[in-house]
């Protein structure tokens, strides 16, 4: 299974409850019919609010208000990740994006995950 991360920057002016709202119901649905392909697991959407870290007490923003999380096959990921997208949906997501994010502010990560067996500790 691979795993790809992004974190992206809300467009400049936006709520946060406009953020999610457009993202949601708006952005979302544009890629129903990718997503609902073989080989997707998983997709969720992770929206930040900063907090205070207990050893510092200080907030710190990230500047980051989303963590995006795609699990996939190797087959889809290359379909979608690797392989060109068609022209005209490639630049419908393109249109749609400068009307939610700071598009200088949007990265894609393929992600390792390791998990900690607490029952070991």
Do not use: Q
């Amino acid at each position: 299974m691979i795993k790809m991360v992004g974190i992206f920057k809300k467009k400049e002016g936006m709520s946060d409850e406009e953020f999610r709202e457009y993202y949601e119901n708006v952005h979302c649905p544009l890629f129903n019919e990718y997503l609902k392909k073989p080989g997707v697991e998983r997709w969720t959407r992770r929206y930040l609010t900063p907090i205070a870290p207990p050893i510092t007490g200080e907030v710190a923003d990230s500047g980051f208000d989303v963590i995006v999380e795609i699990w996939c096959d190797e087959t889809f990921y290359k379909s979608f990740f690797v392989d060109p997208m068609p022209a005209d949906f490639r630049a419908m997501v393109v249109e749609d994006e400068k009307n939610l994010f700071d598009r200088d502010h949007m990265y894609m990560y393929l992600a390792d995950e390791y998990d900690t067996d607490l029952s070991t500790l």
